[in-house]
């Protein structure tokens, strides 16, 4: 039988390996504190959801180097939803989010003058 001590370092060397592989980023400077990890590898973005209306949403996304990719009004494209979560983040494409459901967030031109 194993002694606790073994199992308690392998089991923390595995949770290290699984974060280092597949986890969240350390936060850039320019990403706001309030803005989550969401999506897998490459592909994941740091998303920051505001307030909605209808399916027109207020978000904001920054690649992990805490570059801009998106920041204003973005309409929702497929399943209505009361919120969104970054765990349901599969990319960001072509400027707009995907969402692992098949939704996307665009987002909405600017009003013309």
């Given amino acids: 039988m194993a002694r606790p001590s073994v199992i308690l370092l392998?089991?923390?060397?595995v949770v290290a390996g699984l974060v280092a592989c597949g986890g969240a980023p350390a936060r850039p400077a320019s990403v706001p504190a309030d803005a989550a990890w969401g999506g897998e590898g490459k592909k994941g973005v740091f998303l920051q959801v505001g307030e909605h209306q209808g399916t027109l949403w207020?978000?904001?996304?920054?690649?992990r180097?805490?570059?801009?990719?998106?920041?204003?009004?973005?309409r929702?494209?497929?399943?209505?939803?009361?919120?969104?979560?970054?765990?349901?983040?599969?990319?960001?494409e072509n400027g707009a989010l995907q969402l692992k459901d098949g939704t996307w967030l665009v987002p909405e031109p600017a009003a013309a003058p």
């Fill in 10 to 13: 392998s089991t923390a060397a």
């Fill in 58 to 63: 207020q978000v904001g996304v920054w690649d």
């Fill in 65 to 74: 180097q805490g570059r801009v990719l998106g920041i204003g009004k973005f």
């Fill in 76 to 92: 929702l494209r497929g399943f209505a939803k009361a919120r969104i979560i970054p765990e349901e983040v599969l990319a960001w």
